[in-house]
């Protein structure tokens, strides 16, 4: 079946540092990827999309690129901030009902 | 900006109780989802609606209903709670076709005692 896998949290990183948060996943075909951010207090919200194989989703200075060899959409920060402390969601598009599927969500504290 | 508001952030009720969570969006949205999040498990589908009085089952239904009796408004019924429904409760909603972008409610965090 279709399911999302993201690397468990918390993650915890210094103001400046580099991000990676793993996500792999399984579906039939090449579905649509996204990021979704949460922010204390908040509903979820779109960060970011690729809608086929090494399309790269980009915003606020997040990245993911679609892999399909590796089956992957890592989410990527080259510098991140305080203000990036949240929980992310790797997600996909299920293909037989045109669902999204989220992951189990990784948290991020970033210290100043 | 799309407003995806639900009415309680925060609710209370005991075992066998009938619980109603309400959602209002207001961007003449026609798809309406409920959700419901857990530590560990992340989000999972509970029902969704395309339409006026339409609605569909998502991945956990079991325990739960719905009603969609305007375009507007997405209630989720709990027709006899148990303490196994606590869980953080979002409302989403998206246009027809674009399921890929959805907005989100801020949440209901319901304890069932």
């Known amino acids: 079946g279709n399911s999302v896998t993201q690397m468990e949290g918390p993650v915890t990183l210094s103001e400046e540092a580099f991000l990676t948060i793993n996500c792999t996943y399984t579906?039939?075909?090449?579905?649509?990827l996204f990021w979704y951010v949460q922010y204390p207090g908040e509903g979820l919200q779109l960060l970011l999309k690729?809608?086929?194989?090494?399309d790269k989703g980009s915003n606020k200075g997040f990245e993911a690129t679609y892999r399909k060899e590796t089956t992957s959409f890592h989410l990527e920060k080259g510098s991140v901030q305080v203000s990036d402390s949240a929980v992310y969601f790797c997600?996909?598009?299920?293909?037989?009902?045109?669902?999204?599927?989220f992951g189990k969500g990784t948290r991020l504290h970033i210290l100043p | 900006d799309v407003k995806v508001t639900q009415s309680s952030r925060y609710l209370v009720k005991r075992t066998g109780e009938k619980v109603f969570l309400e959602c209002v969006q207001d961007?003449?949205?026609?798809?309406m989802f409920w959700y419901r999040q857990d530590p560990g498990l992340g989000l999972r589908l509970i029902y969704f609606?395309?339409?006026?009085?339409?609605?569909e089952k998502g991945d956990i239904p079991e325990g739960y209903s719905v009603s969609r009796e305007k375009k507007e408004r997405f209630s989720l019924i709990l027709e006899s709670a148990s303490t196994n429904q606590t869980s953080m409760y979002l409302c989403?909603?998206?246009?027809?076709?674009?399921?890929?972008?959805?907005?989100f409610g801020s949440g209901t965090q319901l304890s069932v005692l």
């Open positions: 690729a809608t086929k194989a090494d």
């Open positions: 989403a909603s998206s246009l027809l076709g674009t399921t890929e972008k959805l907005f």
């Open positions: 961007m003449d949205h026609e798809n």
């Open positions: 579906a039939t075909g090449y579905p649509s």
């Open positions: 609606s395309y339409d006026v009085k339409m609605k």
């Open positions: 997600a996909l598009r299920r293909f037989r009902d045109d669902k999204i599927i």
